[in-house]
Structure formats: C-alpha cells, structure tokens
C-alpha cells in the first residue's frame, strides 16, 4: 500500500516594483515562510527604470508576459484545489498583476495585497475578485487589499505623468471588495520587519486582516495637488509642435493620440490570440501535472482514469492522447482542467449530470421551470438544461472574460456583441435574467419550437441559439448530455 501523499503547502507570491533590484524579496520571505506550511517565492522581471516605466507603449507587455510565464509555472507547481496562493505586488508589479489577472480570467489565485500601487481604479475590481478563491476553495471570496502610504508621491507622479497608471497606491482604490488601509508612510517603508509582521503575517498566514486605528483620518500633504497639473496634455501638446515644426510626418491629434495609446501596441485580435495561447499554456501545465509524470504513479493512473470518464460523460469519442494535444479541444481541456482540479464536493462530482449536486439540480430545474412557463415541451426543456451544463456547468457565476467576449452565467451570454449585450454582468449572472434572455431567443427560433424529437431540440438550440465553435461535434456532446439529464429532470 502506498504511502499517502504529504499536503503541499500553501504559497506566497512576491512581485516587484521599478528602479529596484527587489531586495525586499530577500529578506520579507524569512519573515513569511513557514516550513512545510507557507513557501515563499519571488517573481522577477528585471531592471525597469524611469523611461522604461513611463512609456506607455514599449515594455509593459512584455513584462506582463514574463511574470504571467512564471505565475503560470507556480500555479501548476501549486495546484489551485490543494493550495492557497496570495500575492503581494508593490510599485510596478500591482500594475502588472492586475492587468494579468484582467487578461487572464482562468488564472485562479487566492488572496491579492497591493502596495504602492499604480493599478488603475478604473480597472474592473469585480473580475478580478471573482478570480480569487477563500481558503475554503470559494470562488469570488479571496480578499483584495490595498496598502497605501499617504507620503508616498510616486503614484500620484505616475498617473500624471503617464498613460494607464493611477495614484492607488496613495488614495486608495475606494471600489466595493477592496479594502484599502492608510498607512503614514513613504513608497517603500512598507518593507520593514515591524510592518510586515504586523500587517502582511497574518494576511498570508491566516487570510487575516490588521485595520489601521483611524485608517480613513490619514491625509497625504496638501502639496501632492501641485502634481494634479495635466503634465501628460502638455508632454503630448509638445510632442505635437516638435512633429508639426519638423514636418516629419502629417498626423492630426487623433492620429498622434491613437498611435502613443497604449491599445495601439495591439488589435483586439492580437491580445485574444496571446490570452488564448497563455490559458493553454497554463491548462498543459496543469494537466501535466495531474495527469503525467509530475505525479506518483498510484495518482497518475488514478488521474488518467478520471480523465478517460470525462470524456465519456461528455461525449467525447477520442483518446485521451489526441484530447491533450489536439489544438481543437483546447476549450475543452480548460473545463476539464477545471473539473478535474475543482475541489470535491460532499455530494458527489459537481459536473456530472448523473450526480448533480443539490445546487447544479436546483439550477437545472429553474431552466426546466422557465420554458415550461413559456410553452415550450419536454424535449425544448431537456434540450436547454443540456446546454447549460456545456456552457457552464450550471455555475450562474461562471465568467469568461477575453478581450474578444465577455460571457457570464448559466448560459455564458456575451456582453460584446452576443445575447448579453446591453445587460450588466450582475444581471447576467442573476439566474433567471439569465434564463429569460434564452427563452425570449428560443422564441424566435422556429427550428428548436417546432422540434419533435430530444436530438432536434438540441440540434436547434446548438444550431440557432448559442452558436458555438464545432457545431457538429457539440451537437453530438450536448446530445449525449441530454440523454442523461432527461434522467434527472
């Protein structure tokens, strides 16, 4: 009998700012670390100095690649299902972070704590909670913290002075999910022992958080408005004169400001090519991890098993082999990375349509509930179940965010462009708004009303209603899945 395998322990990530060689991360994990409990590991991106910092263009992608390489190879090091895993950033790095986890939705941490930070308030805070996960594995329930130093000035210096870069770090991000502390301290004071151990332990050790006495009375000096002067306007004003005066190029001001855009470094296509190219990077990882040489064998077997009946349960007629390494399943080795990675639930496997959970069932019959009301048979009913356990495997907060869509809920409807636009993403994920948008699109739709079979249902649905990529082969999936719901509902 083989021994059983040792719980690994839990992981802090540390991620720098700029004009520094980090040596925070030599000392700050002697002060985290916990032998067997907590690793420490630092993630470095080099030497950035001030130019390098303020070009709004050049760089900053490609620092965010590199630290996104090595927070991929940390998470598959440190399996989201067994382990937590918080990050503090400072400086540059809060920037970095955030904008990854924004790119990056299947990128799943556990707490984050920024100091220093430049990341832009207008980011979408709410996302990026939803990639968090409590020490319980609960999505959406990790904690965001943000240290601010009121005498610290590079923030404010950065967002004036440059594209794409706040004063966060000074006056807080004051967005709901974030909790900001007000600290009297400069840029990078938030390094010493005494601060650490008082604050940032207790944060890594436990998910605790120390509140500031008075937290919300710290003032920064009325003199940090001196730098509230529109110095980018005027850097661009000067820009615009030295190209006019030289006669190197003809541009009018849209012309200038589009191309010194920091959206201009890249399409729209551009970036979904790169976030689809680092989700199956990240997905390989895991995978190997799981289901090759990265674990004991007795495990491994267990693993492969596991992943053969996915296949089975979701109808999938290919070996496990070409599954791995067929770029066509790459949507599917996301969601089966997932479930297989997903932390077990009391009733049973949360994604298996013969063993659906109370909540999963409770879900599949409200989408049941809603097209009878609207006069639709058993076959329309089944056939939407079905796809909604493809889509999202009955999680009214499943979010898939790119920058080519951004899908949310039982249905995954798409606010750009898809059956969820012009709906806000908590509307989307209300359960029944959800299921509403559906049943006033299936109405439309005289293919799946008129179906007299489970197989043209679903076909109809596939076809006219959620449109997804191989439309042949999740027909055939979905099919499968209908036959095993119509078991259940």
Same mark, same amino acid.
């Given at each position: ?62 620092k965010?690649e590199n ?24 400086s ?26 430049v ?5 979408d ?62 840029h ?47 850097? =661009? ?5 030295? &190209?006019?005066? @030289? #006669?190197? +190029?003809?541009?009018?001001?849209? !012309?200038?400001? /589009? ?23 990240? =997905? ?5 991890? &799981?289901?090759? @040489? #990265?674990? +004991?064998?007795?495990?491994?077997? !267990?693993n492969? /098993? ?93 979010r ?16 750009r ?73």
């Open positions: 009998m083989s021994e059983p395998t040792a719980k690994k322990p839990d992981v802090v990530v540390l991620v720098h700012g700029i004009r520094t060689r980090a040596h925070w991360q030599r000392t700050v994990p002697g002060w985290l670390a916990i032998k067997g409990k907590l690793d420490v590991v630092p993630v470095s991106y080099g030497y950035v100095g001030v130019v390098g910092f303020l070009n709004p263009v050049l760089g900053r992608r490609r965010a630290v996104l390489k090595q927070l991929n190879e940390i998470r598959a090091e440190y399996p989201a299902n067994e382990c937590h895993m918080s990050i503090i950033a400072h540059f790095g809060t920037y970095l972070v955030t904008r990854i986890l924004q790119e990056n939705s299947y990128l799943i941490i556990g707490d984050l704590l920024l100091c220093g930070s990341a832009p308030d207008s980011q805070w709410t996302k990026i909670r939803n990639q968090t996960q409590n020490r319980a594995r609960e999505r959406g329930k990790g904690l965001l913290v943000n240290d601010c130093g009121s005498l610290d000035i590079w923030p404010v210096m950065a967002r004036v002075a440059t594209w794409g870069f706040d004063s966060t770090g000074t006056y807080g991000i004051r967005k709901n999910g974030v909790i900001d502390r007000f600290h009297p301290i400069r990078s004071e938030f390094f010493q022992k005494d601060f650490v151990d008082k604050y940032w332990k207790p944060f890594v050790d436990r998910s605790d958080v120390v509140l500031v006495e008075d937290s919300d009375k710290i003032e920064s000096p009325k003199w940090f408005g001196l730098f509230e002067l529109p110095i980018k306007l005027i850097l =661009v004003a000067v820009l615009i004169a030295l &190209v006019a005066s @030289t #006669g190197l +190029a003809r541009k009018s001001l849209t !012309d200038l400001v /589009a191309h010194f855009s920091p959206q201009a470094s890249s399409s729209d296509q551009a970036r979904a090519e790169i976030n689809r190219q680092n989700e199956e990077k990240f =997905v390989d990882a895991i995978l190997q991890a &799981v289901l090759g @040489t #990265g674990s +004991a064998a007795s495990t491994r077997l !267990d492969q /098993a596991k992943a053969t009946r996915w296949l089975e349960q979701h109808g999938l007629s290919v070996s496990l082999g070409q599954f791995l390494t067929d770029p066509n399943y790459a949507a599917q080795r996301v969601q089966m990375m997932r479930d297989l990675t997903a932390k077990p639930q009391d009733n049973g496997p949360s994604l298996l349509p013969s063993a659906l959970p109370p909540e999963k069932l409770r879900m599949a019959k409200l989408i049941a509930a809603k097209f009878g009301d609207a006069g639709f048979g058993r076959n329309q009913q089944i056939a939407a179940v079905a796809n909604a356990i493809a889509e999202s495997n009955l999680d009214p907060n499943m898939l965010n790119t920058p080519a869509e951004n899908a949310v809920g039982l249905f995954l409807l798409n606010s462009g898809g059956l969820g636009t012009g709906f806000t993403i908590e509307q989307l994920a209300d359960p029944e708004t959800n299921i509403g948008i559906v049943v006033q699109q299936a109405k439309k739709v005289p293919e799946f009303t008129a179906a007299n079979s489970l197989e043209d249902a679903v076909t109809a649905f596939v076809r006219f209603i959620e449109k997804p990529a191989n439309i042949q082969s999740e027909i055939a999936r979905r099919t499968k899945i209908a036959k095993t719901v119509e078991q259940l509902i």
